[in-house]
């Protein structure tokens, strides 16, 4: 039963790391989009 337990909570440690590591990626992601616009409204 424990092991049972200890592999569902790696499972769902993990789940919960990788959908935390999205939304970072993502908002890096639209951090350096923003960034890049404002570089090209700054150009014209």
């Known amino acids: ?3 049972k337990l200890g ?3 790696m ?3 993990s ?3 990788f959908a935390t590591g999205c939304n970072t990626l993502e908002g890096a ?3 350096v ?3 890049g ?8």
């Open 1 to 3: 039963m424990t092991t």
């Open 7 to 9: 592999i569902w909570g």
């Open 11 to 13: 499972l769902l440690l």
């Open 15 to 17: 789940v919960l790391l």
């Open 29 to 31: 992601g639209e951090d």
């Open 33 to 35: 989009q923003e960034a």
């Open 37 to 44: 616009e404002e570089v090209q409204d700054a150009a014209d």
